[in-house]
Every structure is written in C-alpha cells, then in structure tokens.
C-alpha cells in the first residue's frame, strides 16, 4: 500500500516563505520595535478587575461597540470610520481579502514592511514594487508613472516607514490619492512618534486608509489590537468579510480602558522621542556608522563593512538589533529599537566594540 501524496497548498503558495523575526535568548532585546515599557499597573488592575465581571459564556460584541466608541472620541473621528482587529496586521488582511485577489494588483515602495506584499502575495494579488529616492521618501512623479501602468486597487504607503523611519508629507498622500483610483492605505503603526498623521486627511467620500496599532505605544503587543480610520462606506465592506466574534473581549476591554490613561502614554512617548534624539546624537559620533532620520520608534543605521559581522558581535555582547543589510538598497543597514535609557546605553557600548572589533 503506498502512501497518498501531501495535499499541496494553492498555487502561488508553494514557494511563499513565511514571515519570521528571529527571537534570540539575549538581555538586551531591541529589535522588534515593541514598547520597552510594561504598561501602567493601574491599568492592568482596571483591566483585570472588568475581566471578572465578564460573562465568558457569552460571545464578544461582535461590532466591539464600546471600543469603538471610544477610540473615536479619542481621536476626534466618528466611529463609522474605526475598525478594529486583532493588531494592524489582521487590519491590512481585511483589506486584502476585501479589495485584493487574483487579477488585482497593489503597489509598494521598497524597501517598506514586508508584511504588505506578504499579505498581498497571500490573498492572490500581484504585488508591483516601486522604489523609494535615495533618502528613503516617495518621489511623487515616479509614484504617478508606476501606478499609471500598475492601475493597483490599493497602494501602501507606510509613514513612519518600516524600516527606514521616512515620515511622509501631506503632500506626497494627496499626490498619491490623486495618482490613483485604488485605495491609499499608510501605515502608522509608530504614527503617534511622528510629527504629522494623515489621519486628518481621511475624508467619508475619500479612498484614504490609515491604519495604527495598540502595540506600541499602549504596551500591548501581547494582546493584538489595531485599528484603521477609514470612510464609513470601506469600514461596512470590512465588516463583512471580518470573521464574526474575531475580537476577544480582553482585548476589547484593554483597548477601551488603555484610553484612560493617555497622560502616562503621552509622558512615554515624549521619553522615547528624547531617548530616539539621544540615540540618533550619540551613533553619529561611532565610527563607521552612519543613522538616518527616524519618526518611529527606532532608528535605522548603515554601517561601513561587514554589517552582519557586526550584528553577529552584538548578539555575543548581548545586544539584539534587526539585521536588514541582505536586502536590497539596505546593504550595510542594522534597525535598533529605541529602548530604555538603559538598553540604549548597553546598545551603544555594545555597537562600539562590534565595530572596532569587526574593523580589526
């Protein structure tokens, strides 16, 4: 008797590589971009106090009301607009799974997050992939040239970008909007250590998505909420393709209550803009290690030699950062999450001696 072939996966699967960042057992971890703060205690006994009144038994709202609302008096947006989901990743899948598929196309400009054409590639959607000008921005013209040709259903424009830290202006969003009869989706999933949202530039009638995440700046990467701001005709689309009940009342609650405590997240997120100027002052006096300007919450370096030589002495030193110098137009780039006061000193010392070291 011989044994039946494996089921093999839909075409256009077979050879996707799944989207991995290593983890590694080190003490200084700085290289997934989450918060180097646990979030208030206040707010995890106000959390776990509304968890004991819950009727487990009972299904989540299914519209996640209560959150919703709240997240848009926060923002000031109506809360047609907002919806949520489990992190901004399952937010950018909806969206695929909505306005993607075969026969449609998205664009993207690299280097970006590579979960947009990953997602993409996923739900059945060619990807078409423009460059970004030597400074990492969207030069609007070329972006008008490519999605001339490309006629995507939706373009990703990811401000802060991932990795680079590249803030887009009002500008470029209009150029794009105006380049396109698709959907304009940015990604702010580090918008709040910006100077600038497009948040202020969706409109109800428009085709202008921006998406962000509690998992940053709340401190709640461990819960998996995200959100977009989106005209109410997209967010009724969304709501139709979502699974039902696909967000769990802990994390509805968490988002609700964490609004509570803006004060401690706003005082954080001005601790982390110093610690990021700091950073970005003290890896321009390293020798051979050029930063570039960063809007988010980390900061991308490009380092002259073997950066991966480098990444691998920091790991021996105890120190994690992202090591992007295989990809293309980031050769020599390391990513660092800006951490505590503390982690970031240890990076310092510890990028120091990696650099002599590799240089020797």
Request: charged letters at 20%; aromatic letters at 6%.
């Amino acid at each position: 008797m011989t044994r039946d072939a494996p089921v093999q996966p839909r075409e256009g699967l077979r050879e996707l590589a799944g989207y991995h960042s290593p983890q590694l057992d080190v003490a200084v971890r700085l290289n997934t971009n989450e918060s180097p703060y646990p979030p208030p205690p206040a707010f995890v006994d106000a959390w776990l106090a509304a968890l004991r009144a819950v009727p487990l038994n009972r299904y989540p709202d299914r519209d996640a009301h209560a959150l919703r609302s709240a997240l848009a008096d926060h923002l000031g947006q109506p809360v047609e607009r907002v919806f949520c989901a489990n992190g901004s990743n399952e937010v950018l899948q909806t969206l695929l799974l909505t306005y993607g598929g075969s026969g449609r196309r998205v664009v993207t400009f690299e280097p970006t997050y590579a979960l947009h054409s990953h997602i993409a590639r996923i739900t059945g959607t060619e990807v078409v992939a423009a460059a970004r000008r030597a400074d990492f921005g969207i030069n609007p013209e070329a972006a008008a040239g490519v999605m001339s040709m490309a006629r995507p259903v939706v373009v990703f424009a990811c401000s802060p970008n991932n990795p680079t830290g590249t803030v887009e202006p009002a500008a470029t969003i209009e150029a794009l909007l105006a380049a396109t009869d698709g959907l304009v989706v940015v990604d702010e999933a580090y918008g709040e250590f910006a100077d600038r949202s497009a948040m202020e530039q969706v409109t109800d009638d428009g085709r202008l998505v921006v998406v962000r995440t509690y998992s940053k700046v709340w401190s709640m990467a461990a819960l998996r909420l995200g959100f977009c701001i989106a005209p109410p005709w997209l967010v009724a689309e969304l709501e139709k393709v979502v699974l039902p009940y696909h967000l769990a009342v802990p994390t509805q609650l968490a988002g609700t209550l964490a609004l509570e405590f803006k004060s401690e997240m706003d005082a954080r997120i001005e601790l982390l803009v110093r610690e990021r100027a700091r950073l970005v002052e003290a890896l321009a006096t390293v020798d051979s290690v050029t930063p570039f300007p960063s809007g988010a919450n980390f900061v991308l370096v490009r380092v002259a030699g073997d950066a991966h030589a480098v990444w691998e002495r920091l790991v021996a030193k105890g120190v994690l950062v992202r090591d992007f110098s295989a990809w293309p137009r980031l050769e020599g780039c390391l990513r660092v999450t800006v951490g505590t006061t503390e982690e970031n000193d240890a990076f310092l010392a510890a990028l120091r001696g990696a650099v002599e070291e590799v240089a020797a």
